[in-house]
């Protein structure tokens, strides 16, 4: 099917769309007996009711083939605390890649580091402008005539700082 949205917002829209249809599935079991096991959305896949002891598989979700082909499956036992954890790990069972590509990593060191200058520069110009404003408090306040006039020194501040 095509679709209209980016494949990342795809990918939560799905996982969306599977967890409201999964949240409706544990309302519908509510009213039955609860022995065992009772219905689990763990954010990735929607787990049934089970009996203590059943161990249930189920494939990789549908969310992740947007990405790549997945046939996969994953499992959870049913034990008498609730259920144990996936096993195998979703990213390992479903071939999911959880490494940002070196270019990607290249890039956001590149970003980090221009706006690490930035603020650096921004701090220090704002340090400067500081000094530059107490200074000119301090001879207004000692009352000594000031070589510029308040209006000239304002529009010299302004123009070099905006």
């Given at each position: 099917a095509l679709s209209l949205l980016h494949p990342e917002c795809e990918f939560y829209f799905q996982l969306e769309k599977e967890e409201r249809l999964c949240q409706q599935y544990i309302a519908e079991q509510e009213n039955r007996s609860m022995e065992g096991c009772r219905p689990l959305w763990d954010e990735v896949v929607c787990w049934p009711q089970a009996a203590t002891g059943e161990?249930?598989?189920?494939?990789?979700?549908?969310?992740?083939?947007?990405?790549?082909?997945?046939?996969?499956?994953?499992?959870?036992?049913?034990?008498?605390?609730?259920?144990s954890k996936p096993f195998p790990a979703y990213?390992?069972?479903?071939?999911?890649?959880?490494?940002?590509?070196?270019?990607?990593?290249?890039?956001?060191?590149?970003?980090?580091?221009?706006?690490?200058?930035?603020?650096?520069?921004?701090?220090?110009?704002?340090?400067?402008?500081?000094?530059?404003?107490?200074?000119f408090r301090y001879e207004r306040d000692s009352k000594r005539q000031s070589w510029l006039p308040r209006n000239s020194s304002q529009f010299i501040l302004v123009a070099v700082f905006s």
């Open positions: 161990t249930v598989w189920r494939g990789c979700p549908a969310v992740f083939s947007l990405f790549i082909n997945n046939t996969g499956s994953v499992s959870r036992n049913c034990t008498s605390l609730g259920w990213h390992i069972a479903c071939n999911v890649e959880d490494d940002i590509p070196e270019t990607e990593q290249s890039y956001f060191a590149t970003v980090r580091l221009i706006y690490t200058i930035g603020y650096s520069i921004s701090l220090g110009v704002l340090a400067v402008a500081v000094f530059i404003l107490l200074i």
